[in-house]
């Protein structure tokens, strides 16, 4: 990747900035600390990665704006991309990737952020963290493989080559043989009962020959007892006929007395009709003659009813002729309020006209008096003009000084608030000295705590060490005791010869053999009870180890955010003289705005100007008081000609007036007299009249009506018993002869009633003399039942016998499968157990980093051979000898990472050297490195940015590192380095300049 051009808008310190990299082979970013040196290079990360140092995602946005946005083109494989990357504060971040064909872009974004930037990744086949460590060469990042103890460089080493992938296949590895293992142990579980099962087999046969046999028995006894049972239901048959017909003789018996409760229960009810219907015809006379009075009553409330209509139409005629009458009646009254209302107000205007005609004379010295003002009047408005002109114009120029006054006042305010906040900040500045200092300190004990922790593991690897040093001289004791308990059994048994020499001992040596063994048993066992309570008092320091050590991983589990904040308050600190300069250059330009506001000494123009309007509104003589009093006198004086007007009109009204007055009052008498006309001898009152003849004349009376409707309500039940007495008539033979009828029928039943007893007696004697098998019978088909129940039981157990026997058969095929699984499973385990030994860390992973260290040590040399005239060389150590050696150990060295370094007196630990010799080593191995990442990952390293601090070089140590640059230089395509030193910087035929103002950070280029 060879960079082109980057543009910055609003980005850390930065508003807007653009770095044109055409031409730029080897240069130098240079500028004070906290200009934004390492901005600019976190800006190229950024737009590729969108990854940078900052804490949140919104801290890379500009303080005060709202977004941020980079441009970045670049060329790779001799193709010319652009990634275009924006975000808004609290919001969404865009992302977009282009390739410029034909001088035009075409976009290689995907569906959302996530795809595009696997393209880009993709694409330049290297992601974030290799280009770090690669290419980017980051601020305190150099001396960060050299700085670990020996045992922690492998482990960087592993992380900068990501060997971690295989640590997850050795995971998943582990896993799966771990899988396979349990599922051998279920599988060989499962052969082992398969076997104890498939072992039932002959039993399960034996059984099932006996249950036939007993099969066999029953059926035999079964069909014995059946062949009785057939002999008892033979002579049973025929006491059955005789039971039959006994039952059919007593249910024709049964019908018979039903039928007679039948026939009773109907006579009762036609007796109780009959009874009934005589009570109705009793009651014959009274019935026919209230059924006649009211046929009478209906009749004579049919004519009522018509005069009742005829009476309703004749009222409602009545009524709204009155209503008529009523309404013209009022018209006519409201008419004659109406004119008397109309004289009343004439009467009241004739005075009042008559009081303005007697007010004429005291208008004739105010008529004079508004002649003269009004002769004023056109005087000052003839000179209001000029006057309103220049008033105009002066408040113009009042206006203009008001403005120059509000905008001093106005940056005055500015200034002041400028202030506050300029002191608010300076306030905080103590605080963040004093939390500068807090986050060194604790950095610094965090520090300790780290070297401490270091110990507390290197202590407990000791004591793991020791255990397992224990843990084997307790088994070599164990095998001693052994091998000396099977020599007492040896000299315990009869006849025993000697261990050394085989040879019949006597009884006195037996002895001693036997006691000195024993003494020497007894001896081995206190040791080994040493060696225990050893192994527990070391499990006991190493747990305290452990919990001490977890203590301090809690503690420096906040190391980085405070790195973070320490640095966040540093470039915080390194502002201060920033705002300590605003500070006195707001202080000083708000005194001079006092000073101008209040010796009023701006717009000096304005108020010349302002000075010679004044002057000749002075010669003008106008007061606009006096114009408004004048104006406003012959306001009130003009009503003198509105009075005098007003009373020629009064004349002239008093005159119509008095023609109307005599109209009016003989209107008001005409209608009087029509009011009474209309209530005595109109046609309506007439008509009301004749209605009221002809209401007398139809005499309804209402009362009567209502008593004739209230009896003929009385005797309406009168019609149903009328009614009722006809049908009765018809009825009362017809149930009389019934009742005979169903006399003689019960008569008939009787007689048949008595016929049948006599034959169910008969039948029922002739069925006690014959024998009852029924006892005998149920007995015999019990146990035929229950033989039947013993047939079937065995059937069901025959059958399930030959399914287990069946079953067995198939566990037999499927113990063999079973067996071909566990070994599968056997074979699995061992493939992936050893695979996990393989991807582990002793595996692959160790392979790799022994393989990659003798090019990273040739590459480092080339690097350092030039940096320091050939005097020093590295050298890589993987294993040293082990400081103590177990007996179970089979190695005698241990793995480590220790750097070397050769020089011209010998070789000597990397430690040992001082600042600018340990830079320079740093600084090879590091850039040795970063070649070999960029080649293991595909990449071409075209791309070089050294980020570091210089300050531990001496002149002739930089002079040697630019000429390393420059030999270099020619395996790079373009190689940036950031610096604040001004001699190296000199060094640099191109420079990138960058410096902060108050608009933000800038870049100039110089070449």
């Known amino acids: 990747m060879i960079p082109r051009q980057l543009i910055l808008q609003n980005f850390l310190s930065y508003r807007q900035a653009k770095l044109d990299f055409s031409g730029l082979h080897t240069a130098c970013i240079c500028g004070a600390n906290g200009a934004g040196k390492s901005s600019l290079l976190e800006a190229i990360t950024w737009a590729i990665w969108g990854k940078t140092r900052t804490v949140t995602d919104d801290d890379i946005i500009h303080l005060g704006e709202k977004n941020t946005r980079i441009d970045f083109e670049f060329i790779y494989n001799n193709e010319y991309y652009r990634i275009i990357r924006t975000r808004q504060r609290k919001g969404n971040s865009t992302l977009d990737f282009q390739i410029i064909s034909n001088n035009s872009y075409k976009s290689l974004s995907g569906k959302g952020l996530k795809e595009t930037q696997d393209h880009i990744v993709k694409c330049l086949k290297i992601d974030y963290d290799t280009f770090i460590n690669s290419s980017y060469l980051r601020q305190g990042r150099a001396d960060e493989f050299m700085l670990r103890k020996p045992a922690e460089r492998k482990k960087i080493l592993a992380d900068l080559l990501k060997l971690d992938q295989y640590e997850k296949l050795a995971e998943e590895s582990k896993d799966l043989a771990k899988q396979y293992k349990i599922r051998s142990e279920e599988i060989s579980r499962n052969i082992e009962d398969l076997e104890n099962k498939l072992e039932e087999k002959e039993a399960t046969k034996l059984e099932l020959n006996n249950v036939e046999k007993e099969l066999e028995y029953f059926e035999s006894l079964e069909k014995e007892k059946n062949q009785k049972l057939q002999e008892i239901k033979t002579y049973h048959s025929q006491r059955d006929v005789w039971e039959k017909n006994l039952v059919s003789q007593g249910n024709q018996l049964n019908n018979i007395r039903d039928k007679i409760q039948q026939i009773n229960v109907e006579k009762n009810v036609i007796e109780t009709e009959i009874n009934k219907l005589n009570i109705i015809l009793e009651e014959e006379e009274n019935i026919i003659l209230n059924y006649e009075q009211l046929q009478n009553l209906i009749i004579e409330n049919n004519g009522l009813s018509e005069k009742f209509f005829i009476y309703q139409q004749k009222l409602e005629v009545k009524q709204k002729l009155e209503q008529k009458l009523r309404e013209e009646s009022n018209s006519l009254i409201l008419e004659i309020q109406k004119e008397k209302t109309n004289l009343e107000n004439l009467l009241k205007q004739e005075k009042e006209l008559q009081k303005i005609l007697n007010k004429s004379s005291d208008l004739t010295a105010d008529l004079v008096r508004l002649n003269f003002v009004r002769e004023r009047l056109n005087e000052l408005d003839q000179i209001q003009p000029d006057f309103h002109a220049l008033s105009e114009q002066k408040k113009t120029y009042i206006t203009e000084l008001e403005k120059e006054g509000a905008k001093l006042q106005i940056k ?229 000609e509105y009075q005098q007007s007003k009373i020629k009109d009064a004349k002239n009204q008093l005159q119509k007036l008095l023609t109307q007055k005599p109209d009016l009052e003989s209107k008001i008498n005409s209608l009087e007299i029509d009011l009474q006309q209309l209530t005595e001898n109109s046609s309506i009152q007439l008509e009301i009249n004749v209605i009221n003849t002809d209401i007398k004349t139809l005499n309804y009376d209402h009362n009567y009506h209502n008593d004739v409707r209230n009896n003929l309500h009385n005797l309406q039940c009168y019609q149903l018993k009328y009614i009722e007495l006809q049908q009765a008539q018809k009825q009362h033979p017809q149930s009389i002869q019934k009742l005979h009828q169903l006399i003689k029928d019960l008569e008939i039943y009787h007689q048949e009633k008595i016929v049948g007893e006599e034959a169910f007696k008969t039948i029922n004697n002739q069925l006690s003399q014959l024998k009852d098998y029924s006892q005998e019978l149920n007995n015999l088909t019990q146990e035929c039942l229950q033989y039947r129940e013993n047939i079937n039981s065995f059937l069901t157990k025959i059958g399930g016998l030959k399914q287990s026997l069946t079953h067995l058969e198939d566990r037999q095929n499927e113990l063999k499968q079973l067996k071909v699984s566990f070994q599968e499973s056997q074979k699995n385990y061992r493939i992936y157990n050893e695979l996990t030994l393989a991807f582990g860390k002793n595996g692959i992973q160790s392979l790799m980093i022994e393989n990659i260290l003798p090019l990273l040590r040739d590459e480092a040399n080339l690097i350092l051979n030039r940096l320091t005239d050939n005097q020093l060389s590295v050298e890589f150590l993987t294993q040293k000898p082990k400081s103590s050696r177990s007996k179970s150990s089979v190695s005698q060295f241990k793995d480590t990472l220790e750097i070397i370094i050769s020089d011209t007196k010998g070789t000597r630990s990397y430690e040992t050297y001082s600042g600018g010799e340990a830079f320079r080593i740093n600084f090879s191995i590091r850039l040795a490195l970063s070649r070999i990442l960029a080649q293991k990952s595909g990449t071409p390293l075209q791309f070089l940015i050294i980020d570091e601090g210089f300050g531990t070089q001496d002149s002739e140590g930089c002079d040697r590192l630019i000429a390393a640059l420059n030999a270099i230089a020619d395996d790079f395509a373009c190689i940036l380095t950031v610096t604040h030193m001004p001699q190296f910087k000199e060094a640099f035929q191109t420079r990138i300049e960058v410096s902060k103002t108050e608009e933000g950070s800038i870049i100039q280029l110089s070449t």
Not at 460 to 470: A, C, M, P, W
Not at 507 to 520: G, Q, S
Not at 593 to 618: D, V
């Open 412 to 640: 005055l305010e500015q200034l002041e608030e400028n202030e506050l906040n300029i002191q608010e900040k300076l306030a905080e500045v103590p605080q963040k000295r004093q939390l500068f200092f807090t986050l060194e300190k604790q950095l610094k004990h965090l520090e300790d705590s780290r070297n401490y922790q270091q110990r507390i593991q290197e202590k407990g690897e000791e004591k793991k060490v020791l255990i397992h040093r224990y843990i084997d001289q307790q088994k070599t004791l164990a095998k001693q005791i052994l091998e000396l308990n099977n020599k007492l059994k040896i000299l315990n048994k009869d006849h025993a010869i000697c261990p050394l020499c085989e040879s019949e001992l006597d009884e006195n040596h037996l002895t001693h053999v036997i006691t000195k063994t024993e003494e020497e048993q007894k001896q081995i066992e206190s040791q080994s009870w040493h060696y225990e309570t050893e192994i527990v008092n070391c499990k006991r320091d190493l747990e305290n180890l452990r919990s001490e050590y977890a203590k301090l991983n809690e503690e420096l589990s906040n190391e980085n955010l405070l790195k973070q904040d320490y640095a966040k308050v540093e470039n915080q600190l390194d502002l201060t003289e920033d705002i300590y300069n605003k500070y006195e250059q707001n202080k000083e330009e708000k005194s001079k705005l006092i000073e101008l506001l209040n010796t009023e000494n701006y717009g000096n123009n304005w108020r010349i100007q302002l000075q010679q309007i004044e002057e000749k509104i002075t010669q003008l003589n106008y007061n606009q008081e006096d114009h408004a009093l004048l104006r406003k006198e012959e306001s009130s004086l003009r009503q003198l």
